[in-house]
């Protein structure tokens, strides 16, 4: 069923919310790209991952170290994906294509597959925002974590609550070795059509893949004074702080309290307008923290990031204040949790509701 958005209902708040976010940066004269701070962060966090990866393979530490090292590096590579990789796949990084082409490719140095995850994320995600059978984020674990009322209820569900976060941690190693495979080869994502890929795509699929494999799998095992089996309980924790770090932060923007998981009519029509039903499925947390902001790559600021998905992380904390200012004038609603702790108790709340038999109410207290 293709998906259509009521355009008629309230296109004002959108052409609104862009006008004043538009005026915002022709007015002090700035580009809605890259700036020094993001510049900075990007050195920062590339010069951590090459730092910690030395330090490991070559610093001859102690077995309690590297493995507080091999935590990091997993935190690391997370905080390089919101950080660096999502503006570039998104094309907000630069106004030069060969800039967010060439950092997109660090998403596959660390793993991932940035042209699966454009897929998926850019095109699928964004446009079918918490729409069971659509947006696969949703698909955590299927059969183990529900995060729909479609979905078919099962009773180790109802513990889901608990177990979900464990999850969380697998889902890097899922990524690594299953996930990109299954999706470049799915005829379909959700709905979506998936065929037809440029052929230089199967090469970089594959080729990246096997550089993952030999600098994280190969060197390690040929070069560390370490057993196998401590080189695969390295291996695994590094995935699950990764895994971790990844799902919570996504997890935090779309699965809280009094967000709304539309289904459309049995014509595939949603009742409100694109930008209107971002506004409905989306939250922000932390706004005012500058250490989540750093850290989560402005993704704490998912309502403006789903808006405006073209402009640079930096900016969203200032642009954060029109969309709120837009949106309450408009009567839209604007989700956000004050504090990073907040959104997460939030979801451990969503998740219990999700978990019961009844059809969960999601609104807020």
């Known amino acids: 069923m293709k998906i259509k958005f009521n355009g008629k209902n309230r296109p004002g708040f959108y052409v609104e919310v862009k006008k004043r976010v538009d005026e915002y940066f022709k007015s002090r004269n700035i580009s ?30 102690s077995l309690p170290v590297t493995f507080a090292l091999t935590i990091a590096i997993g935190m690391v590579q997370a905080f390089i994906g919101f950080n660096v990789c999502h503006d570039a796949i998104h094309g907000s990084y630069s106004s030069n294509g060969y800039v967010n082409k060439y950092l997109s490719y660090v998403f596959n140095l660390i793993g991932a597959n940035a042209y699966v995850w454009k897929i998926t994320h850019n095109m699928v995600h964004h446009t079918y925002t918490n729409i069971p059978g659509h947006d696969e984020d949703l698909d955590v674990a299927p059969g183990l974590v529900r995060l729909s009322k479609l979905e078919e209820m099962k009773p180790i569900m109802k513990y889901q609550h608990i177990y979900a976060f464990f999850l969380y941690g697998l889902a890097s190693l899922s990524w690594v070795f299953r996930k990109d495979y299954v999706k470049f080869f799915s005829p379909k994502i959700g709905h979506t059509e998936n065929t037809n890929h440029p052929r230089g795509e199967y090469f970089n699929l594959f080729f990246f893949k096997t550089v993952y494999y030999t600098l994280f799998i190969v060197v390690p095992l040929l070069v560390m004074d370490i057993t196998w089996w401590q080189f695969i309980i390295g291996f695994i924790f590094m995935h699950l702080a990764e895994g971790l770090v990844l799902g919570l932060v996504f997890q935090l923007a779309h699965t809280v309290e009094g967000i709304d998981f539309p289904e459309p009519d049995e014509k595939g029509f949603v009742e409100e307008s694109w930008a209107v039903h971002q506004m409905h499925t989306t939250a922000n947390f ?5 250490l989540a902001s750093f850290l989560c790559g402005g993704l704490n600021f998912q309502v403006e990031h789903h808006l405006f998905a073209n402009i640079c992380h930096v900016h969203y904390p200032a642009i954060s204040k029109i969309v709120e200012e837009v949106a309450t004038e408009h009567g839209v609603p604007y989700h956000e949790n004050k504090t990073f702790y907040g959104a997460l108790v939030s979801h451990y709340k969503t998740l219990k509701r999700f978990g019961k038999d009844k059809e969960p109410d999601l609104q807020p207290a």
């Open 286 to 290: 932390a706004r005012k923290s500058w």
């Open 32 to 61: 809605k790209n890259a700036n020094g701070e993001m510049v900075f962060k990007t050195v920062l966090f590339l010069g951590l991952l090459v730092a910690l990866y030395i330090l490991i393979i070559w610093g001859g530490f």
